[in-house]
């Protein structure tokens, strides 16, 4: 059975268009973003609702609409 030849993506090149910086491999290195910390604990769907009716979030503030 003969050997399949695998296709070579072509280069990207930069045109006088182009908004990437030189130095492009395709693998952006950005700094991590900061992860985002709650300050209360997350409110989950059958806990007590935090306006105090005394349903569950998901039967009071928590439908859609």
Not at 29 to 54: I, M, T, V, W
């Amino acid at each position: 059975m003969p050997q399949r030849q695998r296709i070579q993506p072509e280069p990207h090149v930069h045109g006088p268009d182009c908004q990437h910086d030189d130095d492009h491999g395709h693998a952006h290195h950005h700094a991590p973003a900061e992860p985002y910390r709650r300050e209360a604990p997350k409110l989950g769907r059958n806990d007590p609702c935090f306006c105090g009716s005394g349903r569950k979030y998901k039967k009071c503030h928590g439908t859609a609409g």
